[in-house]
């Protein structure tokens, strides 16, 4: 059936004759009479009585008006639609992100994204790195944010701000009031570390290999709190992002013991699907991000 045919039908059907019906769609009222009756011809029925004022619909006519109004509203709405995802006024964007950028990082962009988008529904899911890129390639999130760049052809990564990795100890500890300590001394302490695929251990590991040093863990981890806390009564030392611990060194909870050779500054990076094109959503995320963290290349 030609959707063009069909919209001429419903609008003579609706203006009542012919001349109406050219009005409405702006166009000639011979053109509209010929398209009409190929259209007829086509369907195979007669779908108006032509009358000496105006047209009138026959019983098929009337039951493909019926149609024609439910098909348009729905292409109505499916403009509708489109046009609201454009200008964000509806949509969905979720989020991947390991737990340092979530906890500390994300929730500048989140407030200042939420503001011009009220109509998008957000979602973070807090996941480790290995997890974030694997949603993404099945398409289970949008956007990831991660502390390390997998080897995969397939995402795209982008440093989006820089972060520091600090040893914390709490302030009783007999490495808190050195002026600095060398990695090798730390073979002797007991390292607390989040578990295997986390962003932050990732990079600890490397920074040790590069070294040639290997620790074993002394506790295996998986939240940022319970390290932190499990530090700070005293058990053993830690490797964490300075952006999570702004506060329990403010309360004098944790101390930052120096490394010789530091700072230890890391790149932070936003992954997306290489041969994804961002939606209206995210690009406005996108342009959130950028703006809350400027120093991305520094």
């Not at 991947?96 to 973070?124: C, D, H, K």
Request: hydrophobic share 45%; charged share 20%; aromatic share 6%.
């Amino acid at each position: 059936m030609n959707l063009n045919h069909l919209a001429i039908f419903r609008a003579v059907a609706r203006a009542g004759s012919v001349t109406g019906g050219a009005t409405q769609l702006g166009i000639s009222q011979s053109a509209v009479s010929r398209q009409l009756a190929e259209f007829e011809q086509r369907q195979g029925v007669q779908l108006f009585d032509r009358l000496p004022r105006g047209v009138r619909l026959t019983a098929p006519g009337r039951v493909l008006l019926d149609y024609a109004e439910r098909l348009f509203s729905v292409e109505a709405q499916a403009e509708q639609a489109l046009d609201d995802m454009r200008h964000r006024r509806q949509g969905r964007l979720a989020i991947g992100s390991s737990r340092t950028i979530a906890a500390y990082m994300l929730p500048r962009a989140l407030a200042a994204y939420r503001p011009e988008n009220p109509g998008v529904e957000l979602s973070l899911a807090v996941e480790n790195t290995d997890t974030i890129e694997r949603k993404l390639l099945d398409g289970e999130i949008d956007i990831g944010f991660a502390e390390g760049v997998a080897d995969d052809a397939a995402l795209d990564y982008t440093v989006f701000a820089h972060d520091e990795l600090v040893l914390i100890a709490a302030p009783g500890h007999r490495l808190a009031g050195r002026s600095d300590v060398a990695l090798e001394e730390l073979q002797g302490e007991d390292v607390l570390m989040h578990e295997t695929g986390s962003g932050t251990r990732a990079v600890t590991e490397q920074l040790l290999a590069d070294r040639r040093l290997q620790l074993h863990p002394a506790m295996t981890l998986a939240s940022t709190e319970a390290l932190k806390q499990t530090v700070a009564t005293g058990v053993g030392v830690a490797f964490l992002s300075a952006q999570a611990i702004h506060m329990e060194l403010a309360a004098g909870l944790l101390v930052r013991i120096r490394i010789r050779g530091g700072p230890f500054r890391r790149p932070l990076y936003r992954v997306l699907p290489r041969a994804s094109s961002a939606s209206p959503a995210l690009g406005a995320f996108l342009t959130a991000v950028d703006a809350c963290f400027p120093d991305a290349r520094g």
